[in-house]
């Protein structure tokens, strides 16, 4: 389909473009930014005015629960999800049941989403068989399945010669590691960050050492290995101090957080609110603004949703028993807008850049961007347009979010996959 998106202010970080340009589209590509081209003829002409026209978000982490948990939630409801947040490219952990530690159980879960038509998934590999810490899996062969990287999700491993092997392997063939540094003794059994607020509420809690330990031993695997990591959800400032430095070292370093993260403290627990149950803990307000402050300076490449929907039967319990967790796809851009308003120096160009190209970036993928020739997905949203976050008008089979009832400012209204119209509000 030809489309013309005319009148809209096109924002494409990854080309330096920001001002209104119109945007043309055939046979699912970007076929030329600015001027019309000669005997273009347009199928279907969108009028953006007042909109905001940007590349597909692309989201490093995105539980859509299949296979094994689709009482969660399903591929149906969570693409859907996405279209309406906007997010054209998603990675998927690999903590499914059964973990994606098989071939066959990734093509699978691409040829299922693949006949949705909607958004773009990119599974990530199980670094051990099962995510037990002990057996490698057949990365070549899970690479070959369509496995983008290799990734332990939230299950740390106990044995360093494990890990080591593993990274050593996968430098041998340039695959890169996700890791989420989490020590598998320090907080073991936490459920909130370790402090004064936890204490006081009586939850048991996760160190920041918890994170800063396994940080200082991927760094030393990594210098021994040379392999390349990108780790998953920073959390704390002391942290981020050694993610600084590691990059200033040189070590092939990328990092990631959670939008959650950005705006919440552990103070947002309240009185035992289970919807700001996550993992990594909500930390405290010194860590909230270091991680903002790592954001605008570099040192957080990317924003991710960190989408992870959960059912009613397991969030609405007592804080400690419920399961951490919370929705996030629909909310990725308007997350990422609330960062660059509260900044100090606030950019919307660095906000969009952290949720498609440079995200793109770290996935080693070909998405993020408005080149001409490259892939169209685009998102039109509305920059002025003020919503109230609503579990009811989710997508998403997961109805939970720490955010419930915020006023946020971003509306997705129309999301273009491949050069497809996949939802229009």
């Known amino acids: 389909m030809k489309i013309h998106i005319k009148n809209g202010h096109l924002i494409d970080p990854a080309n330096g473009i920001d001002g209104q340009l119109d945007l043309f589209i055939e046979a699912g590509r970007v076929l030329a930014v600015g001027s019309m081209p000669a005997g273009f003829i347009a199928a279907r002409t969108i009028d953006a005015t007042g909109l905001m026209v940007i590349p597909g978000l692309v989201d490093l982490a ?119 540094p989490q020590d598998a003794h320090l907080g073991q059994g936490g459920i909130a960050h370790s402090g004064a607020l936890a204490s006081r509420l009586g939850l048991s809690g996760v160190p920041v050492m918890a994170e800063t330990i396994a940080l200082q031993t991927i760094f030393e695997l990594m210098r021994a290995s040379g392999a390349r990591v990108h780790l998953c959800r920073i959390s704390s400032a002391a942290g981020l101090t050694l993610v600084r430095a590691a990059k200033q070292e ?94 100090r120096t606030p950019s919307i160009n660095k906000a969009i850049g952290k949720i498609t190209a440079d995200a793109a970036r770290v996935a080693g993928l070909d998405a993020g961007q408005l080149s001409v020739g490259s892939v169209a997905d685009v998102c039109l949203f509305d920059p002025h347009k003020r919503w109230t976050v609503d579990a009811q008008a989710l997508a998403s089979q997961g109805k939970h979010t720490p955010f419930l009832g915020y006023e946020l400012r971003g509306q997705v209204q129309v999301t273009i996959v491949a050069g497809k119209l996949a939802y229009e509000r």
């Not at 496995?147 to 080591?164: E, G, K, M, Y």
């Not at 627990?269 to 570099?298: E, K, V």
């Not at 924003?303 to 419920?322: Q, R, Y």
């Open 62 to 180: 995105a539980r859509l629960r299949e296979p094994g948990y689709e009482y969660k939630a399903t591929l149906e409801s969570e693409l859907q999800a996405a279209m309406q947040g906007g997010v054209t490219s998603l990675v998927i952990p690999p903590d499914t049941d059964p973990v994606l530690d098989e071939p066959g159980l990734v093509e699978m879960l691409k040829h299922r989403a693949k006949t949705m038509n909607q958004a773009h998934v990119y599974p990530l590999g199980a670094l051990t068989m099962g995510l037990k810490g002990e057996a490698l899996t057949e990365m070549a062969e899970l690479t070959d399945a369509g496995c983008i990287a290799f990734s332990q999700a939230d299950s740390p491993i106990v044995d360093t010669n494990v890990l080591l092997r593993a990274m050593q392997y996968a430098q041998t063939f340039g695959y890169s590691v996700w890791l989420r």
């Open 250 to 343: 040189g070590l092939l370093l990328s990092c990631d957080v959670g939008a959650h993260h950005i705006h919440m403290t552990d103070a947002d627990i309240g009185f035992f609110d289970s919807n700001a149950r996550m993992t990594p803990p909500l930390r405290s307000q010194r860590d909230r603004d270091a991680i903002r402050d790592a954001l605008a300076d570099g040192t957080i490449d990317a924003i991710c949703s960190d989408h992870t929907p959960v059912d009613d039967d397991e969030k609405l319990l007592p804080f400690g028993e419920a399961t951490p967790g919370a929705t996030g796809l629909e909310l990725l851009l308007a997350l990422a807008l609330k960062w660059a308003d509260d900044s």
